[in-house]
């Protein structure tokens, strides 16, 4: 199996820009559909972009399209996720997934593996 830990989160200001990391350990990344969901306080955790397994599709929830993209280095083991133009409403914890699935997942259900998650505060 797969462990993931998230880093990169933090403080930032309406506008600013902060780039989270997944680190995988255990086996390869590659081996795995990958995905980025966050969860505010009070909300059901949330769907934000996700990765193919072999890396040739991704797909990015309408809410953060054109602000964040979902990238992967195989050679890090690591999965990306890249956070541009950073809003209020992006505040959330984020957490990574890896799955078995071949495509882009979208549902958190079809998630194996998780990370602890990761702080995203943005202020206005």
């Known amino acids: 199996q797969v462990q993931l830990v998230e880093s990169g989160g933090g403080l930032a200001q309406a506008g600013g820009s902060l780039r989270l990391s997944c680190a995988a350990s255990g086996r390869t990344i590659g081996s795995y559909a990958v995905g980025w969901f966050r969860q505010a306080p009070g909300k059901e955790r949330e769907f934000v972009a996700a990765?193919?397994?072999?890396?040739?599709?991704?797909y990015h929830a309408n809410s953060v399209k054109g602000r964040f993209t979902i990238s992967r280095d195989n050679a890090l083991n690591t999965v990306y996720l890249q956070m541009n133009s950073l809003k209020p409403e992006d505040t959330a914890v984020y957490y990574c997934g890896a799955g078995r699935s071949t495509v882009v997942a979208v549902p958190a259900r079809t998630y194996d593996y998780w990370g602890q998650g990761t702080q995203v505060t943005v202020s206005s």
């Open positions: 990765m193919s397994r072999s890396g040739g599709s991704t």
